[in-house]
């Protein structure tokens, strides 16, 4: 069977990929880490363009079946190019350029080997990348390890740092549990529906005998589980603290926003695509987890002093709230679907602002939430975009963003018929409240510190660029809603 591809689809895919060969061979020859850095931008660059083109045109898909071994219809990709990809392709490249700004400083402050960083950040990339355009469960699977493989050497990067190489384990002992589990769901759904594309799987559960019924809805438990890993959910939560914690800074935004945005479009993807008619069973099952991961990662958010531990219980948190709308199962499902991906772009925004915040303030002051106050009397610009992200975060005014994005996944649920579930959320977003509120009136209060914070040329930069998004996207939300139902 002789595939022919599409270059042009592949392109954004291809383009990381040669930016990460570029840098690793730039290394060989002792090439300046600044310009290491600068390659790395080039190449997301030049991929974010590239998918701001394939926007502009019509659905390509590639690595398709051929017409003879398929049955009526469209045929069977494994990778497509439509506007959900491209939405999430370019959300996960303008990410990444956040988090290499952010890296920047880190590289020199933390000497880091460069080419390695650099190298393994745009490897972990051109698996998200793949990820979100994946159409049949293998390519799921090899883009989802190629996402997680590179940030495990991330993590405990810095080599005599015990922190981060506990982190590292930690990160790659749970990955290898919930790798084992998915694999062994999508040998369950494989042995009922003798298929792996997410198209055939679907007309195969449509018409399944009843005695294969357990098998393929265990099997969908189990790649459910599988994602749970990737978007920190309960009980697949434990390792981001520790990890968010141990890693450097901005592999910490990584995991919590690129990593994560990643993992939810192939939920979405498997769901909506794959396992639409058997909604009756992984629906209460993502309600139930919904449920316990925005509740447990915003309880123990109440106690945490350490400002990177709060970021980290409040994104697993925040992925209870992501999850929620597909809590519906198959009723109503695409508006659900929209409702998670509108959250997730939502959240991307707030989420880089805050880190990228505290990247600056923790490398001159520390990190603990105490170091943090007063910094309005020092750096009242500072406090002033980090106060707005929290803002936007908890959901508040003027941080309409964050208002907009919890109405909808509220309205997408209750349309749903999980009214319990949207419930919950309100309750949870009452005590999110707490601690986002806490921490931003603690930016204004009197300190007798007066140690400045050195942002970096960088940093600053991908302070401002997410501080006007988020102003943009709290002055006009609905540039990112029109979008996603369009997408959707």
């Known amino acids: 069977m002789i595939q022919g591809i599409d270059y042009v689809a592949v392109a954004p895919v291809l383009i990381v990929a040669l930016a990460a060969l570029a840098v690793l061979l730039a290394d060989l020859f002792d090439v300046p880490r600044s310009v290491l850095g600068w390659v790395n931008l080039a190449g997301l660059g030049v991929a974010l363009g590239w998918v701001a083109v394939l926007g502009a045109g ?17 045929p ?20 990444a350029l956040i988090v290499v700004l952010l ?64 982190a590292a384990v930690k990160l790659f002992l749970v990955s290898v549990i919930s790798a084992a589990v998915m694999l062994f769901g999508i040998s369950l759904v494989y042995g009922a529906t003798g298929a792996m594309h997410l198209d055939r799987i679907a007309l195969s559960l449509d018409h399944l005998p009843s005695r294969l019924g357990p098998v393929a809805a265990a099997g969908t438990i189990l790649v459910i589980g599988g994602f749970a890993f990737k978007v920190a959910a309960v009980p697949f939560h434990f390792w981001a603290p520790d990890v968010y914690q141990g890693a450097p800074l901005p592999i910490a935004v990584f995991l919590s926003v690129v990593s994560k945005a990643a993992g939810f479009a192939g939920l979405a993807i498997t769901l909506s695509l794959g396992f639409p008619s058997y909604g009756h069973v992984w629906g209460p099952a993502i309600a139930v987890l919904a449920a316990l991961t925005m509740t447990l990662g915003n309880l123990v958010a109440l106690w945490q002093r350490h400002s990177v531990r709060l970021l980290a219980w409040s994104s697993v948190a925040q992925s209870g709230y992501m999850l929620a709308p597909l809590a519906v199962g198959s009723h109503k499902l695409p508006g659900a679907v929209a409702a998670t991906v509108s959250y997730v772009a939502l959240y991307a925004v707030m989420n880089l602002g805050a880190f990228a915040v505290v990247a600056a303030v923790a490398r ?11 910094l309005a009397r020092r750096d009242p610009l500072l406090a002033t975009a980090l106060a707005f992200f929290l803002i936007c975060l908890a959901g508040l005014p003027p941080g309409i963003m964050g208002l907009f994005a919890k109405i909808v996944v509220v309205q997408a649920t209750v349309a749903g018929g999980v009214t319990w579930l949207a419930v919950v959320m309100a309750v949870n977003t009452v005590i999110g409240l707490y601690y986002y509120l806490s921490w931003a009136a603690r930016l204004f209060r009197p300190t007798t510190s007066d140690v400045p914070v050195r942002t970096g040329n960088a940093t600053g930069l991908a302070i401002a660029a997410a501080a006007a998004g988020a102003v943009v996207l709290s002055v006009a939300p609905q540039i990112v809603l029109d979008a996603v139902s369009a997408a959707t």
């Open 364 to 374: 001159s002051r520390g990190p603990l939430l105490d170091d943090f106050q007063g």
């Open 58 to 74: 019509s659905r390509r898909a590639t690595f398709c079946l051929p017409s003879s071994l398929r049955g009526q219809g469209p």
């Open 76 to 95: 069977s990709c494994s990778y497509v190019a439509d506007s959900f990809t491209l939405l999430f392709q370019g959300l996960v490249l303008a990410a």
């Open 103 to 166: 890296s920047l400083g880190e590289i020199t402050r933390s000497s880091l080997p460069a080419g390695e960083y650099h190298f393994l950040l745009l490897s972990a990339i051109v698996g998200a990348l793949t990820l979100v355009a994946a159409r049949d469960l293998i390519t799921l699977v090899v883009a989802l390890e190629t996402l997680s493989l590179p940030v495990f050497a991330l993590v405990a990067l810095r080599r005599y740092d015990g922190v981060a190489t506990e």
